[in-house]
């Protein structure tokens, strides 16, 4: 459990629907105020970042600013320790360590961050102004990050080598990971696998948010995966599909870890969850850029539709 909320076993479901709830609707807002944002990676992977945060994720309080200091150089040895991690509490060797694989979801990051109260909604009006951290494609001083992964697959690669070296020095904390399913169009990630499985890192937990889609439309008309658990399972990990919008069954496979493999959720998701509106984008779901001031407005009707549902 994140040991920053404390909460009561009865009460985190609650909590995470709720948490949830606020990531999409936080998001449709400031894609409504700023004309543009990731809004259907908000509705597919809504549930599992709240799960994540509220019953997952075996971390500390923050031990950074609510309010994201501005941007003072890239972290490195004797520049101290300024970076985005802070927001998931400090190391330790018994708790876990995050890794943001997919950085074009940071919106969704930040507003999770917000949600469980470890920034603070003026953080937002940072985003993607020179001279902040709180950037569009998040870094690894950006608000949750640990390290750049803005290039896809690069999270995984930098998690493998952090939790080998977590297992060196018999570390009980894990390594988990969040992935868009079009990271396993890269030959890095099946790379990884390999390493994770030469070496038994059973310390890496991975959860997936494979909403088939990506910059270029549907995943299958652009590079199929086949049959994902299968290749998965044939590089040595144990692998879990789950409904990304079930609370109770996202948390259920975290109790895995520590089998001699990694474990992979695979959360099959849908990027219009909670937003029906943007079926109507479909298959162009990616970045949403308002068309027209009327088409802002049909957005607009539905987060107030959203509001006085929630």
């Given at each position: 459990?994140?040991?920053?909320?404390?909460?009561?076993?009865e009460?985190?479901?609650?909590a995470?629907?709720?948490?949830?709830f606020?990531?999409?609707r936080?998001v449709l807002?400031?894609?409504?105020?700023?004309?543009g944002g990731?809004?259907?990676?908000?509705?597919?992977?809504a549930e599992?970042i709240?799960?994540l945060?509220?019953?997952?994720?075996?971390?500390?309080?923050?031990?950074?600013?609510?309010?994201?200091?501005?941007?003072?150089g890239?972290?490195?040895?004797?520049?101290?320790n300024a970076?985005?991690?802070?927001?998931?509490?400090p190391?330790?060797a018994?708790?876990?360590?995050?890794?943001?694989?997919p950085?074009h979801?940071a919106?969704?990051l930040?507003a999770?961050l917000?949600e469980?109260?470890r920034?603070s909604?003026?953080?937002?009006?940072?985003?993607?102004k020179?001279?902040?951290?709180?950037?569009m494609?998040g870094a690894?001083h950006s608000?949750?990050?640990?390290?750049?992964?803005?290039?896809?697959?690069q999270?995984?690669?930098?998690?493998a080598?952090?939790?080998?070296a977590r297992?060196l020095r018999?570390e009980?904390?894990r390594?988990?990971?969040?992935?868009?399913?079009g990271?396993?169009?890269?030959?890095?990630?099946?790379?990884?696998?390999?390493?994770?499985y030469?070496?038994?890192?059973?310390?890496v937990l991975?959860?997936?948010d494979v909403n088939?889609?990506?910059?270029?439309?549907?995943?299958?008309?652009?590079?199929?995966?086949g049959d994902?658990p299968?290749?998965?399972?044939?590089?040595?990990?144990?692998?879990?599909e789950?409904?990304?919008?079930?609370?109770?069954?996202?948390?259920?496979?975290?109790?895995?870890?520590g089998?001699?493999?990694?474990v992979?959720v695979?959360?099959?998701?849908?990027?219009c969850?909670g937003i029906s509106?943007?079926?109507?984008?479909i298959p162009?779901?990616?970045?949403?850029?308002?068309k027209?001031e009327?088409?802002?407005d049909?957005?607009?009707?539905?987060l107030?539709?959203?509001?006085q549902?929630?």
């Amino acid at each position: 459990m994140n040991v920053d909320l404390q909460l009561p076993e009865e009460q985190w479901t609650h909590a995470a629907r709720k948490v949830a709830f606020g990531i999409r609707r936080r998001v449709l807002e400031h894609t409504i105020d700023n004309n543009g944002g990731y809004l259907s990676q908000a509705c597919s992977a809504a549930e599992t970042i709240a799960v994540l945060y509220t019953k997952v994720l075996h971390i500390g309080k923050s031990a950074a600013p609510a309010i994201p200091a501005a941007f003072a150089g890239v972290p490195g040895h004797g520049k101290g320790n300024a970076t985005g991690a802070l927001y998931n509490g400090p190391q330790h060797a018994d708790l876990d360590r995050f890794f943001f694989s997919p950085a074009h979801y940071a919106l969704v990051l930040y507003a999770a961050l917000i949600e469980v109260g470890r920034m603070s909604p003026e953080g937002l009006l940072q985003f993607n102004k020179d001279g902040g951290t709180v950037e569009m494609i998040g870094a690894e001083h950006s608000p949750g990050m640990e390290m750049t992964t803005g290039s896809l697959a690069q999270g995984l690669s930098q998690a493998a080598g952090v939790a080998l070296a977590r297992k060196l020095r018999n570390e009980r904390g894990r390594c988990v990971v969040y992935m868009s399913d079009g990271e396993f169009q890269e030959g890095q990630t099946w790379e990884t696998f390999e390493i994770l499985y030469h070496h038994r890192l059973d310390n890496v937990l991975i959860y997936v948010d494979v909403n088939g889609q990506q910059c270029d439309g549907e995943m299958t008309a652009v590079l199929d995966l086949g049959d994902l658990p299968a290749k998965l399972r044939s590089f040595g990990a144990i692998v879990f599909e789950v409904d990304g919008h079930d609370v109770e069954a996202l948390a259920q496979p975290a109790a895995a870890t520590g089998r001699g493999a990694p474990v992979v959720v695979l959360c099959r998701t849908d990027p219009c969850a909670g937003i029906s509106l943007l079926q109507k984008r479909i298959p162009k779901l990616h970045y949403v850029r308002f068309k027209s001031e009327t088409e802002r407005d049909e957005y607009r009707l539905a987060l107030q539709t959203m509001e006085q549902e929630g």
